[in-house]
């Protein structure tokens, strides 16, 4: 009986052991040119794997979403369907970031279960993502979402950590184990990996609306995983200043929304090294499509920039300051160099009314005048003035002929706020009005449904120097693997004061930039924003003829982007092409550095050649540089001596 009973139990387990297996199911798809392969498993939980030429990129991770009455959509799932489709599409935006035609080919798996809900999983050729989908007949509350990414042990991370949902989205950033990062030690995205095994890869997400951004944290498991964290819904708000609201009680839930969606991307972005990420443009092939039919008076464009540096002209007849003839002089050196707007920032209305104008600004001149020297005008807005004033606001803006706004201090990605950005957003479109936020989230591809949201900031900008000094050549040549991986990001460069190593201060009223005169010109190739800001003032501008040869024709938007060479935090050289011109920009950070530039790129036949590069004595002086016009041909290899905290920029030109 004894021996029986032994019998019994085995073959128990085994039959138990045997049903488990043959009701585990995976399911494979590779990206079109067979390098990455996403596999999902489907058992009592959902979990996906992503692999590169066989090299891991993440574990089996679990996902699922609780909704309402504690349901887990992904527990114990039952597939319904599984669907395969290859996809090759192309993409003509109506804002040229990286490139004027996107490539959008992807094999992807369609699974639906039981209970209403499916996911969608795709593989390109620089990525994989999933999302999830529910057919819920009504509004169904989220109560978490389980967005896991498992790493390697020894992976690591260059990540910013931020303790509060409540940020300007603006922190400096770590390198940083994976495994040691606790779990209520979070960051926002995107987030640049760097695995052990040599490959590169970086998580953000894409179509966000009507849910809140994701964070990631450890796992308190001193593994390498990151678990997805949201800020939960605000159910209570308080106002403390004209620009804050502050989040003083919350749900707990993080959304609650429509039953029948689809959710947003989690994406991987992936690269055999640093600076192919730069050439990814994954979200916005993710992100929702064109939701606008008329789009032909979106004109991206660089911008004058009175802010920063405090509107500090000399040399004039007349006093300096928030008043129409030292806006007027803006207008006038913006039409001079081809600079398509200038931007009115604080003090052109009172920040809790933007009709109530300031009367030593006579807007509608300005308006009438810049019409004249083909130069239209920008202004700021805090956002919750926006908010209450937003029809007649955006009305009188559009009747003046206002072409954009500068809205500033969101500085959440609840659901409330993602759904703000949306509705303002298309509000701007209804008006012809160009938008560049401030104190945002990251890029998530709202641009690409409404592309005249042109730019964001989400980093920390220039506007740093003014009194701090943690902007760096260092952190310079970070964000470009980072915070610019997601989208346009509005740094605000130009800076015409220039610091060496130890010669740097933070003057508010009169800003410098750590790094040399090369290093701020080789930002307009390397930075991505087709609002691009000159932040310095006209009057410094006006002192480098030499320096605006090269500001005045420089694009915001491009036909084609190559990442070059490049090491996230030490160096990076970016090439881009608009028409037939190539522009080859390079920063480094505070090691000096030669670097070899092999122009096979290039067209055929001979090129002109404007370049820029760090002077003799840019060690000891930042603000000394060369200009030289020279010529090449495809193939030539150029040597670029880069200073510490240097640069070197060139035109190539038929």
């Known amino acids: 009986m004894k021996f029986k009973s032994c019998c019994c139990l085995v073959l128990f387990l085994f039959m138990v052991t045997f049903t488990a297996?043959?009701?585990?199911?995976?399911?494979?798809?590779?990206?079109?040119?067979?390098?990455?392969?996403?596999?999902?498993?489907?058992?009592?939980?959902?979990?996906?794997?992503?692999?590169?030429?066989?090299?891991?990129i993440i574990a089996p991770s679990p996902v699922s979403m609780t909704i309402d009455n504690g349901v887990v959509?992904?527990?114990?799932?039952?597939?319904?369907?599984?669907?395969?489709?290859?996809?090759?599409?192309?993409?003509?935006?109506?804002v040229k970031e990286k490139r004027s035609l996107i490539p959008d080919i992807y094999n992807k798996l369609d699974l639906t279960f039981k209970n209403n809900f499916g996911l969608e999983f795709r593989a390109y050729n620089d990525g994989a993502a999933y999302r999830f989908?529910?057919?819920?007949?009504?509004?169904?509350?989220?109560?978490?979402?389980?967005?896991?990414?498992?790493?390697?042990?020894?992976?690591?991370?260059?990540?910013?950590?931020?303790?509060?949902?409540?940020t300007s989205f603006e922190k400096l950033y770590d390198y940083i184990a994976i495994a040691?990062?606790?779990?209520?030690?979070?960051?926002?995205?995107?987030?640049?990996?760097?695995?052990?095994?040599?490959?590169?890869?970086?998580?953000?997400?894409?179509?966000?609306?009507?849910?809140?951004?994701?964070?990631?944290?450890g796992s308190g498991d001193y593994s390498a995983t990151f678990t997805g964290?949201?800020?939960?819904?605000?159910?209570?708000?308080?106002?403390?200043?004209?620009?804050?609201?502050?989040?003083?009680?919350?749900?707990?839930?993080?959304?609650?929304?429509?039953?029948?969606?689809?959710?947003?991307?989690?994406?991987?972005?992936?690269?055999?090294?640093?600076?192919?990420?730069?050439?990814?443009?994954?979200?916005?092939?993710?992100?929702?499509?064109?939701?606008?039919?008329?789009?032909?008076w979106i004109k991206?464009?660089?911008?004058?920039?009175?802010?920063?540096?405090?509107?500090?002209?000399?040399?004039?007849?007349?006093?300096?300051?928030?008043?129409?003839?030292?806006?007027?002089y803006y207008i006038d050196f913006a039409s001079r160099h081809g600079i398509e707007y200038i931007i009115l920032d604080e003090g052109w209305s009172d920040t809790e009314d933007l009709l109530r104008l300031k009367p030593e600004v006579d807007l509608k001149e300005l308006i009438r005048y810049g019409s004249e020297k083909n130069v239209g005008i920008i202004l700021w807005c805090v956002w919750l003035t926006v908010d209450k004033q937003l029809d007649e606001a955006f009305t009188k803006f559009e009747e003046w002929g206002v072409k954009g706004v500068k809205i500033d201090f969101m500085d959440r990605d609840d659901q409330k706020i993602v759904n703000w950005y949306r509705k303002v957003t298309a509000a701007?479109?209804?008006?012809?009005?160009?938008?560049?936020?401030?104190?945002?989230?990251?890029?998530?591809?709202?641009?690409?449904?409404?592309?005249?949201?042109?730019?964001?900031?989400?980093?920390?900008?220039?506007?740093y120097n003014k009194w701090a000094d943690d902007i760096t050549p260092d952190y310079n040549v970070t964000i470009p693997f980072t915070r610019m991986l997601a989208g346009p990001m509005d740094y605000t460069p130009g800076a015409m004061r220039n610091a060496e190593k130890g010669n740097f201060n933070a003057v508010f009223e009169r800003p410098m930039s750590q790094g040399t005169r090369v290093n701020q010109l080789a930002m307009y190739v390397v930075y991505e924003s087709p609002l691009q800001m000159l932040c310095d003032t006209p009057t410094n501008y006006e002192a480098e003829p030499y320096v605006m040869k090269f500001l005045g024709p420089v694009p915001s938007v491009w036909d084609e982007t190559i990442g070059l060479q490049g090491k996230i935090s030490d160096y990076v050289v970016v090439a881009r092409r608009s028409g037939q011109d190539w522009y080859v920009g390079a920063m480094n950070d505070w090691t000096p550095r030669t670097l070899k530039l092999d122009l096979s790129f290039l067209g055929d036949g001979d090129y002109k050649v404007l370049l820029y590069r760090d002077g003799p004595n840019a060690e000891r002086f930042a603000e000394d540089y060369q200009a030289i016009i020279t010529t090449a041909r495809k193939g030539d290899v150029f040597e670029l001596n880069l200073a510490p905290g240097g640069g070197w920029v060139g035109r190539f030109y038929k």
């Open 21 to 56: 297996l043959v009701q585990a199911k995976t399911y494979d798809i590779s990206s079109p040119d067979k390098n990455i392969k996403v596999r999902v498993s489907v058992d009592r939980n959902i979990t996906w794997s992503v692999s590169y030429s066989d090299k891991e």
């Open 73 to 94: 959509l992904g527990l114990n799932p039952k597939i319904v369907k599984a669907e395969k489709e290859s996809v090759k599409n192309e993409i003509t935006p109506v």
């Open 133 to 166: 989908l529910t057919t819920f007949d009504n509004k169904i509350k989220v109560y978490n979402e389980e967005a896991t990414f498992v790493f390697a042990e020894n992976d690591s991370v260059v990540a910013a950590f931020e303790p509060s949902f409540h």
């Open 180 to 217: 040691s990062i606790a779990p209520d030690h979070k960051c926002y995205l995107p987030v640049f990996v760097v695995k052990e095994n040599g490959l590169r890869v970086a998580v953000t997400e894409s179509d966000l609306d009507d849910y809140p951004g994701l964070f990631v944290r």
């Open 229 to 296: 964290q949201f800020a939960p819904y605000p159910l209570e708000e308080e106002q403390t200043r004209d620009r804050t609201l502050r989040v003083t009680k919350t749900a707990d839930y993080i959304a609650e929304t429509g039953g029948t969606r689809s959710f947003p991307w989690r994406v991987l972005m992936i690269a055999e090294n640093d600076v192919k990420l730069i050439e990814n443009d994954i979200v916005y092939r993710l992100a929702k499509p064109l939701q606008l039919k008329d789009t032909a």
């Open 300 to 328: 991206p464009g660089k911008v004058a920039w009175d802010w920063w540096n405090a509107l500090n002209l000399h040399g004039v007849n007349f006093k300096a300051g928030i008043n129409t003839e030292t806006y007027k």
């Open 428 to 463: 701007a479109a209804e008006h012809h009005l160009l938008v560049d936020y401030h104190g945002a989230y990251k890029p998530t591809g709202l641009r690409r449904a409404y592309p005249n949201l042109l730019t964001r900031e989400g980093v920390r900008g220039s506007e």
